[in-house]
């Protein structure tokens, strides 16, 4: 990795810790906006991909971090780890700086790390996405934002040129988080339900291709079936987003609403069938895995093999 340049000082500074499949296409947004723009993650890889785009590139997050302005966080969880651990953040931000958060997480757990930040004189801005790796590339990810007035004014160049929609839901952390919450409750249980619908279709004989162009038409469409079926139809299950994610994402929301005393049987039913997909060996294979998981509990014929399929 080449040294780390000096910024010019004449633009915004900021930091992406995570060059994942949204990490990147949010630091090459923020980029392309003007923004001089670091990048680290925990695989070098990832940091070579950024740094060949005319990037730079970091060793540490707290290397990544320093002096900047604006610090985006688009880790799977861990976010704590990244602000306070050995190389993390907190020491090397500017005084004033804002850390923004994209981890999905609980939101109780995102107000205590809002408190823990702020405490050194930095903001704040609880700022879970949403949109998929395409909408991050071309910066139209929806953010669903909370915090401070100060956080986000000096979240905006960033906001800006990641996003086509911020929606500013309090002054408190924790909102976005709860928000995040929901979307990812109803992803995880639409990606179930199409994932079970299409190899439903598979045990019936009937053209895949043909299911896929009826129901895209019919009032049994969603978002979910629309994005993710055609993973299937190609027998391509390279992540986009991982069958760990919704085993990490319903669980929180199992634990949210057991502490609220609130029944979510519809996500219980889809985390388990997350838990049996990851048993099976797929755990870091794209979410629409489910359908193979699907498919060799039933026999059912899909496009491609089941590779990476353990005997059930």
Known sequence: MPPLAENSGSAVLAAVIGLGSMGLGMARSMKRAGLDVVGY?????????????????????????KDADIVVSVVVNGAQAVMFG??????????????????????????DLAGRVEALGLHYLDAPISGGAAKAARGELTIMASGSRQAFDTA????????????????????????????????????????????????QGLD???VYEV???????SWMFENRV????????TPLSSIEIFVKDLGI?????????????LAA?????????????????????????????????????????QSL
Do not use: W
């Open 156 to 203: 905006r160049p960033g906001l800006d040129a990641m996003a086509a929609k911020v929606y500013e839901l309090g002054d408190e952390a924790g909102k976005g988080a709860a928000f995040k919450m929901i979307n990812q409750l109803l992803a995880g249980v639409h990606i179930a339900a199409a994932c079970e619908a299409i190899t439903f279709a598979a045990k």
């Open 269 to 309: 039913a889809a985390l388990q069938m997350y838990l049996a997909a990851s048993g099976a060996g797929m755990g870091r294979d794209d979410d629409s895995s489910l359908a193979r998981l699907y498919a060799k509990l039933s026999g059912a014929e899909l496009p491609g093999s089941t590779k990476g399929l």
């Open 41 to 65: 993650d925990i695989m070098p890889a990832a940091v070579d991909r950024f740094i060949a785009d005319g990037g730079r590139g970091a060793a540490t997050p707290a290397a990544a971090a």
């Open 86 to 111: 050995p190389q993390g953040v907190a020491s090397t931000m500017k005084p004033g700086a804002v850390f923004i958060s994209s981890a999905t997480m609980d939101p109780a757990v995102a107000r």
């Open 208 to 210: 895949l291709d043909k």
């Open 253 to 265: 929301v199992q634990d949210m609403a057991r502490s609220e005393r609130y029944p979510v049987p």
């Open 230 to 237: 055609p993973h299937v139809l190609a027998g391509d299950y």
């Open 215 to 221: 129901i895209t038409a019919s009032a049994g469409n």
